[in-house]
């Protein structure tokens, strides 16, 4: 079994739809979006919810009004400013909160709880494509990095008990904690780059964090003709760090097209050039992982 994690620097450089395009062509897979905070690659796969499952989020504190004596013990020792005093009713604000409990612990007349958030979920859906594990944070939660861990421990559970050959994981796009979490003991990273400034400076970045995992990676630069200059900036800095390019895929208005009718771009047109070019990348994906240990 070998774990794949399609990464980008930033949003908006079709990650997902790459992402997509790669299920379909991977017949023996389970599939697992981590990007738990503005997850949307069931907009193409539209999965079909088999189990759901709440993911117990961060502690948030709450104020029983009845046993609250307006001592504001609790509000002076907040470091986050999540306690408010309003016309002598204290309250708890759940955005600032940081569930850290240190209120509840000196509160002298013991008025206030701190409970775990209910408001995530995680599920296990039958896709046209095979099994998907992909979550739903709310607004404001957090966490994300330990959803992303437990999403993809059940995605591997099925791969396992399926004797399935791959996992494909959407990542979330930066370098912050869903992201290493996403990455973190996984087979591959194929890097998906934006010929931008804004694109190849944040695709670096992820570069060397998942060059600081040593994992496998490679690369593949989306919309490559919308700017020459920075498309080939990309491919020296990919070059110079050994990185292989396994595609440059021009812009066509065709994926947009695929996306409107809720079907990956292979779906779409199997003999675009887009899909021409991503089956091109699949079969270099499966060169390279046959020889990973």
């Known amino acids: 079994m070998k774990e794949i994690t399609i990464l980008s620097g930033k949003g908006g450089t079709g990650k997902t739809s790459i992402t997509a395009a790669l299920a379909s062509l991977a017949k023996n897979a389970v599939l697992c979006d981590n990007d738990v905070d503005a997850a949307d690659l069931h907009l193409i796969l539209k999965p079909e919810i088999l ?9 948030v504190a709450r104020i029983n009004q009845d046993a ?3 001592c504001g013990i609790c509000i002076d020792h907040c470091r986050y400013g999540a306690i408010h005093r309003n016309e002598g009713v204290f309250t708890i604000n759940p955005f600032k909160c940081e569930g850290c409990r240190l209120c509840e612990r000196l509160c002298p007349a013991g008025a206030i709880k701190s409970e775990r958030s209910d408001k995530n979920s995680w599920y296990i859906s039958n896709t046209r494509f095979g099994t998907m594990v992909h979550a739903r944070m709310a607004p404001g939660e957090e966490n994300s990095g330990k959803l992303v861990s437990l999403v993809r421990s059940e995605a591997k559970n099925i791969a396992r008990a ?7 994981n959407d990542g979330p796009p930066g370098i912050g904690c869903s992201a290493i979490s996403s990455i973190t003991g996984s087979d591959f990273v194929l890097l998906v780059i934006e010929p931008s400034k804004s694109g ?56 947009v097209e695929a996306m409107i009718n809720e079907k990956t771009i292979v779906e779409f047109d199997d ?17 390279l992982l046959a020889n990973t240990n």
């Open 51 to 59: 189990e759901e499952h709440v993911f117990a989020g961060a502690w």
């Open 68 to 70: 609250c004596t307006r």
């Open 162 to 168: 399926n004797s399935l050959d791959y996992i494909i």
């Open 200 to 255: 190849l400076h944040d695709a670096k970045r992820v570069a060397e964090l998942v060059g600081n995992f040593n994992i496998p990676m490679a690369a593949i630069i989306n919309k490559c003709d919308l700017n020459d200059d920075i498309t080939k900036d990309t491919e020296t800095f990919l070059e110079e760090h050994n990185i292989q390019l396994l595609a440059k895929i021009p812009f066509d208005k065709k994926f």
């Open 271 to 287: 003999e675009s050039r887009p899909s021409i070019l991503v089956k091109t990348v699949w079969e270099q994906m499966v060169n």
